[in-house]
Each structure stands twice: as C-alpha cells, then as structure tokens.
C-alpha cells in the first residue's frame, strides 16, 4: 500500500511538470485494444493473499496500460514523460486501421496479448512508410513478432529473457541489470546505460542500426532461471534497433517492462531514452503531415513536366506528368487531399496532349522521309496532317513550318515535271524554268535548315545549269559550222573564178550579163538571219556574230582562216588545204 501512495505522489509531480508542456505537435496513438493483464491466476493469489475490502479489488487495474498510474506494472509515468513532447491518446478498443493511423505521428505498441491481422500489419506499414513512426516495445510475454514480421524483423521466438551474472543490476536479480555498450545516436543522447528489465533478444532484421546490446556475458535463459544451461545461447545480444521505412521510421526494443512505473520511477535515463525515441520517430510527421510534402515534390516534377511540354519535348514530358500524376497518387493514398486531385486532373490534361504531341511529331519526321523516296503526294499528305495534329495543342509555329514544306514539296514535284520536259536541242527555256522551281523550293527548306533537303534541291539545280550550258555550247557549235560551211562554198566559188580559161574560139550565143556574185560576208549574215529565224540562237547571239562578220578584215583573212579551221577539223585533205590556200593567196 505504500508503494502505491509513493506512486500515487510522483505521478501527481509529473503531472504537474507535464502540464507546463503539453500539445507539442507530435501526436501519439497508443493502441491498447488488446491489453495484457496479469496472469488470473496470480490474480486470485493476490486477492486471497492480501486482505483488502471487495471494492478496491474490483477497480484494481491488472493490465499494462499507459493508464495505470497505480500499479507497479503501469506505463503511466512513461506516458506523462510522453506528454512533455506530444500529445498522447490511448486505442481501447477495435482493430487497427490505416484510416485511423493517418491521423497520427507515432504508433506505440508496449502491451499486447493477441496477435494482430494481415489486415493491420500491412495498415502498420502502410502508415511507416507514409511517414508514421512506430515504437514496438517487445516482451517474452508477446507476440511480439506478429507485428515486428512486417519490418523483416525477428524478436527471439523461445520463452527466454536475458540474463547477465556480470553486468551491475539495478534490483538484485541478474535478469535485471544496466546495459553499457550503446551507440551514439539522437535516440541515446544522454543516456549512458539503460536499465533493462527481463529483456529479449532480436534475432534478426534485414536493416536498420542496432544501438544498444547486452554483454558477451549476457546468455538467453529458458530455464531454471538465474543459472546458464549448457544448451542457452550466449550473448551478447541485439536489443534496440532503429531504421528507416520508406518516408517514416520504425523503433524496436526488447524490453518492455523496462519502462513500468516501478522502473522507471528510479530509473531516469529509461524515461530520456524513451522521449528520446518519440521525438526522433516524430520528426518526419506523419501521412497528415507528409501528404503537404510530397503534393510539394509532386508539384515540383509536375513543373518540369510543364517546362518540357513548352519546349515541345513532348515524349519526355509524358514520361514525367506520369511521374507527377503518380507522386499526386502518393500522396492521395497517404492522405486524402484536394490538392492531390487537383494536380492529377491538370496531370492528366497534359497527357492528352503530349499524346497528340507525339502522333504529330511522329507524323512530321515521316514525311521528309517519304520526299526523299520521291513519295510527293504521300509526304505532302502527312505534312497536313502533322499541321493538323499542331493546330489541335496550339503549336503554332510548328503548324507555320508544316505549311512551309508543304510548299516546299509541291515546288520540288513541279520542278521535277518542269525538267522532265526541258530536255531540248536548242532551247534553253524549259531547264530555266525547272532551276527558277527548284531555286523557290530550296529557300522553302532553307528556312528551317533542312540540310538534305536543301542539297537535293542544289543537285536539280546543278543539273539544270549543267542542261543550260550545254544547249548553248551546242547552238554555238551548229552556229559555226554552219557558218563554216558557207564560207567554204564562197571559197570553191572564188577558187573557180579565179581559174585559167582555156583560148578555145567558139561561138557562143549571146548571154545577158549575170548579177554580180554576191559578197561572202553577206552571205554569212544572210545564214545567220535564218538561224535567228528559226530560234537556233538567242538575238543577243545574232548581234554578237553579226558585229564579227561586219567587222572590216580583208576577205583572203576570213577564207584563210576559215581553211585552216576544216583542215584541223579533218574535213579536207592536206592536198586541198595546200590547193586551195595557194589560189587565195593568188587572189
């Protein structure tokens, strides 16, 4: 009875101190919903051992609750040591759920008799990894395991607790003594030993850092307890694990009765190692909190996203609105929000149009492909419908640009048919007009510096060139040879004037007189006239081989000249140049 008044007076400090404190902004949810109570049948011990009126038997508490400020095996005075940093509600009764979880930072687990559901195991995890913070205080008593599984971690699965003949107790047994070798971490700041009551050992986990463990001396004891059985395990032994899960942090220690009022209530540096596990576990914030975070990442990558649609990198920006639409969705399930939803639907409404984005950019690229196959009408097709797809998402310049080449295109195809038909022996109109054609189309493409297209375009043009200059070598050549050719007759013409007569007396009938031969010069002009005539040359050609022919040269230069150009030609024989070069130099 006494221990219970000395309890009674030190839960009224605490209390008192606490108050100064409460509502901090952490909020933990400790879940009693199925409280372990002392076993019946010490119950009955004590009732018929200890002589006390009926009533106070009935309200007596024989569970370990964060309630029980009364009874040595209580967690009250943890809980007002809680309450200096968080507001604290206890769970009496109903399973566990996320959407009841979500509403709170910390889940604390120290009392339980019954396993727990898949269904909350994975609502537990759920609620870890969306930022909650779990504190499962493990005991030899518990199913400790049925929550602690879901974090790939073991506690020890035998009846056994910890003993140690070496370690400094606290209360003169060996099960209940100081643990020393702890690692420095927020969680153990200040604390230089924890008291630890009949504690267990975890067995096994795939992360986290173990921050305190008992003594190589240290042996699990599973029988005649107090003694080590040749077949116990030693130690030393695993016993407070901390790790982090997804967006939120687990804490695991074996030793639950180490914080029951008549521990704790001696034992301070337990009391700072718990608080000290609350506000570390607390930091983060649970899914009420975490939710505001990640709509913050989420509105972050939905930026980018935005920021490549404008820059019209449509495949890249899909990939990220899908990012942001599923960080939205994150935060959705961590936390129902307005927020959430309100960025999924701007999300998914670039989507669409990054969808269209796509289908026209894939059309536009095919197109010049189909140019090159010499596919007019195809590529032309595909360009409208490309500008088409443009129009829909306002891509303005782009739509500008599909118009372009489709101008582009329907040049080059008239081009192409221009030249088809510019082939000519003397006219050089048609390979004109195909170069004109080819020379609007390639300032099209230059535009937007399509390069392959730009040098197909100079390969026509350069072939029109190439057909131009050669029509004019051609109608020169038939201008000189014709002109050649009449000189050789003014020549033979000469050559026979020049001839001796024979003295043969003949009579001969009166003949008129003939006209005058006419002049070899004019002739030459009058052959020039027909070929002007007849288009074989350019009037600017006629000038220039007219102003030669009338140019003033003695007539014996022209036929010599014109000699010496049939004999390098091979037209006459050497005989005949010599010939015919002696009669005009007798002129």
């Known amino acids: 009875m006494r221990k ?16 100064i404190v409460r509502g901090k902004d952490i909020k933990v949810l400790v879940d009693e919903s199925r409280l ?35 009874e040595p095996w209580g967690f009250a005075f943890a809980k007002l040591e809680l309450e200096q940093v968080a507001t604290v509600f206890i769970k009496k009764e109903g399973e566990l759920s996320y959407s009841t979880l979500r509403e709170y930072d910390i889940l604390v687990i120290a009392s339980f008799e019954e396993d727990y559901t898949s269904e909350e195991m994975d609502a537990i995890r759920k609620f870890v990894e969306n930022g909650g913070g779990l504190l499962l205080l493990g005991d030899f008593e518990y199913p400790n395991n049925s929550i602690a599984q879901a974090f790939d971690v073991l506690f020890y699965s035998e009846t056994a607790v910890i003993a140690d003949n070496k370690a400094v107790t606290f209360a003169g047994d060996n099960h209940q003594f100081y643990v020393i070798d702890i690692e420095e971490h927020p969680i153990t700041k200040g604390v ?3 008291a630890l009551n009949f504690g267990i050992p975890l067995s096994s986990y795939e992360s986290g850092k173990v921050l305190a ?18 077949d116990e395990e030693e130690g030393p032994f ?164 599909c118009t372009t080449k489709i101008e582009a295109v329907l040049l080059f ?19 004109e007009k195909a170069k004109s054609i080819f020379e609007q189309s390639m300032s099209k493409w230059e535009e937007y510096n399509d390069s392959d297209q730009v040098a197909t375009c100079e390969e026509k043009i350069t ?3 190439n057909g131009i200059a050669r029509i004019k070598r051609n109608r020169m050549l038939v201008i000189v040879g014709g002109a050649a050719a009449v000189v050789m007759v003014v020549v033979v013409v000469v050559v026979r004037k020049r001839r001796p007569k024979l003295a043969v007396v003949e009579v001969t009938p ?58 390098a030609q091979g037209k006459i024989t050497k005989e005949e140049y010599e010939k015919l070069k002696s009669a005009v130099e007798k002129k």
């Open 413 to 431: 195809q008239r081009g192409e048919d221009a030249l088809s038909r510019a082939p000519s022996t003397f006219s050089t109109a048609g390979y």
């Open 213 to 230: 463990r008992t003594s190589g001396s240290s042996w699990a004891d599973k029988e005649d307890l107090g003694s080590k059985d040749a």
């Open 192 to 194: 230089d030993r924890i």
């Open 238 to 401: 695993d016993i407070l694990l901390a790790m982090e899960v997804g967006r939120g942090r687990a804490v695991f220690f074996g030793g639950a009765t180490s914080f029951w009022n008549t521990i704790v209530l001696g034992e301070e540096e337990n009391l700072d190692l718990l608080r000290n596990a609350v506000e570390w576990l607390g930091e983060l914030g649970g899914p009420y909190k975490q939710y505001k975070i990640m709509n913050e990442e989420a509105q972050n990558v939905l930026s980018e996203a935005v920021s490549l649609y404008e820059d019209h990198q449509f495949p890249e920006a899909k990939t990220k609105f899908e990012e942001a639409v599923g960080a939205f969705e994150e935060s959705k399930e961590a936390y129902p929000n307005a927020e959430a939803d309100e960025g999924i639907e701007e999300a998914h409404g670039f989507l669409a149009t990054c969808e269209i984005g796509i289908k026209a950019d894939e059309t536009f690229d095919n197109a010049p492909d189909l140019f090159d196959s010499q596919e007019y009408e195809r590529a032309v097709d595909e360009f409208e419908k490309a500008k088409v797809l443009y129009e829909e998402i306002q891509y303005r310049g782009r739509a500008k640009e």
């Open 4 to 19: 219970m008044v000395v309890f009674a007076v030190a839960a009224v400090l605490l209390a008192s101190s606490a108050s």
């Open 36 to 70: 372990f109570e002392i076993d019946p049948l010490i119950q009955d011990f004590l009732i018929s051992t200890i002589d006390l009126p009926d009533f106070f038997w009935d309200v007596y508490d024989w569970g370990y609750s964060f309630n029980n400020i009364f």
């Open 463 to 465: 072939l029109c060139s």
């Open 510 to 567: 009166e003949i008129p007189p003939a006209e005058a031969p006419a002049k070899p010069g004019d002739i030459i002009l009058e052959a020039l006239k027909v070929q002007y005539a007849k288009g074989a040359i350019t009037k600017e050609e006629y000038k220039q081989l007219k102003s030669i022919v009338e140019k003033p040269k003695p007539e014996e230069d022209i036929v010599m000249k014109a000699l010496e150009k049939r004999y």
